[in-house]
């Protein structure tokens, strides 16, 4: 049974330019949030994606979009980058009822 | 939103050794998870315990719902648990739905 998948796993950009991090869920879940870590700090949420649709939202700027695709994976973009958007950027995937939360390994982006 | 607090911040410990650690949290919750996250970055889940006790080996958690705290566990230590650990929770209502809230972290130091 695959875990939680996530593509890339490193990634170097400038300034003003555009990324997209993508992520599988577990098999089962239909359930994909992201969370931005920064170092030294605790992960936290961007936004929750549901049935194709963001459910919530965290205190990200509209810069950051994403998307859920029918067979649940889940894509982030992050536009006009900035230097303090350096960062791992965790996936995980739930059931829809909201219990456990699993997470991928991580996309670690840094911003020149 | 709701305020996680983990304490302590740090721990160093001899192997074999055992040590608690605590999450405080500020509003009533339907989802708590402990996470032990590598080296890597990957978080890897413990607990999911919104109330209750669950032991799992040599780790067990415990928590208080009605006091708004939660203990972790660590008995007979090994280096291997080094690492830092979070507690992470989602507030009990709608708008908080499935959105997890992180402590700062316990950077937990094994010394063989």
């Known amino acids: 049974d695959a875990g939680v998948t996530q593509s890339p796993t490193h990634l170097i950009k400038t300034r003003g330019q555009q990324v997209t991090l993508r992520c599988s869920p577990k098999?089962?879940?239909?359930?994909v949030s992201w969370y931005q870590q920064a170092l030294g700090q605790g992960p936290q949420f961007i936004f929750q994606?549901?049935?194709?649709?963001?459910?919530q939202r965290g205190n990200f700027p509209d810069r950051f979009s994403g998307h859920q695709f029918p067979n649940y994976s889940s894509e982030l973009n992050v536009n006009a980058l900035l230097l303090g958007d350096s960062a791992l950027y965790l996936c995980?995937?739930?059931?829809?009822?909201?219990?456990?939360?699993?997470f991928g390994p991580g996309t670690r982006l840094l911003v020149l | 939103g709701i305020q996680v607090e983990q304490s302590p911040p740090d721990l160093i410990l001899q192997e074999g050794a055992n040590s608690t650690l605590r999450c405080n949290f500020s509003?009533?919750?339907?989802?708590l998870q402990w996470f032990h996250q590598n080296p890597w970055g990957q978080l890897i889940n413990l607990f999911y315990?919104?109330?209750g006790t669950k032991q799992n080996g040599r780790l067990s958690a415990t928590t208080v719902a009605t006091e708004r705290y939660s203990l972790l566990y660590i008995s007979s230590s090994q280096t291997t648990d080094s690492g830092v650990y979070f507690c992470?929770?989602?507030?009990?209502?709608?708008?908080?739905?499935?959105?997890?809230?992180f402590g700062q972290g316990t950077i937990l130091t094994v010394h063989p």
């Open positions: 995980a995937s739930s059931l829809a009822t909201g219990e456990t939360q699993y």
């Open positions: 098999s089962g879940h239909d359930t």
């Open positions: 315990i919104p109330s």
């Open positions: 992470a929770v989602a507030g009990a209502g709608g708008t908080s739905y499935g959105k997890l809230t």
């Open positions: 509003d009533s919750v339907n989802n």
């Open positions: 994606y549901y049935e194709e649709e963001e459910r």
